[in-house]
């Protein structure tokens, strides 16, 4: 079955380290993207990517750096400049065409704990 | 960018109670979408509903583009229905979510 795979599901960063969030997709999907989550609250977009090697940031970008070597793979890195790193992180994917977006499909997230 | 606002925030549902979750947009958007986030965190689409109505069992969703506005309707509420709803809409190449409805349905 396609879909999204995220990992891994639990993470746990000291400060000041660099850490790697996993993201692939094997529905062909065009555009991928990255959100966090905190709790009580909405997604808030980090970053996206419409095609390979081209990306976007959204709209916390900070702190934060992506690549799209692949069009099956998203990885998130999260810096030790990000000061408040600890978060749900949601990578979603969608099919895109000229005229429409087909709807998103999201991972099961990674918890980020800073310890 | 967009700003979406759904209500209510909260809500407890007696077990076999039906209800109605509201998401309003402030700019006019594409592809919209409900989903829910189950216990585990992982968010399961609903509906795509970028207009008209659309029914999947016991809930069903209706979206009016023209008026900015989308309803998610529970019927006969279980407690598997307990979660966060989430509307999600497209604009300027990426999806802007609402902070949720937070249901609790009780025995």
């Known amino acids: 079955d396609g879909g999204i795979t995220q990992s891994p599901k639990y993470l746990f960063r000291k400060e000041g380290q660099n850490v790697t969030l996993s993201c692939e997709q094997n529905l062909n999907h065009d555009a991928m993207y990255w959100y966090r989550q905190d709790p009580g609250q909405g997604l808030r977009l980090i970053y996206y990517s419409q095609i390979v090697n081209d990306f976007q940031k959204g709209d916390i970008a900070e702190g934060y750096s992506v690549s799209r070597e692949k069009k099956e793979s998203f990885p998130l890195t999260v810096t030790s400049a990000q000061k408040n790193p600890t978060a749900f992180y949601l990578c979603?994917?969608?099919?895109?065409?000229?005229?429409?977006?087909?709807?998103?499909?999201f991972g099961s997230g990674t918890r980020l704990t800073v310890v | 960018g967009i700003q979406v606002e759904q209500s209510p925030p909260d809500l407890i549902l007696q077990e076999g109670a039906n209800s109605t979750l509201r998401c309003n947009f402030s700019d006019s958007v594409n592809n919209l979408q409900w989903f829910h986030q189950n216990p585990w965190g992982q968010l399961i689409n609903l509906f795509y509903i970028p207009s008209g109505t659309k029914q999947n069992g016991r809930l069903s969703a209706t979206t009016v583009a023209t008026e900015r506005y989308s309803l998610l309707y529970i019927s006969s509420s279980q407690t598997t229905d307990s979660g966060v709803y989430f509307c999600?809409?497209?604009?300027?190449?990426?999806?802007?979510f609402g902070k949720g409805n937070q249901v609790v349905v009780i025995p």
């Open positions: 979603a994917s969608s099919k895109e065409t000229v005229v429409a977006n087909y709807g998103y499909t």
């Open positions: 999600a809409g497209r604009g300027n190449n990426r999806l802007a």
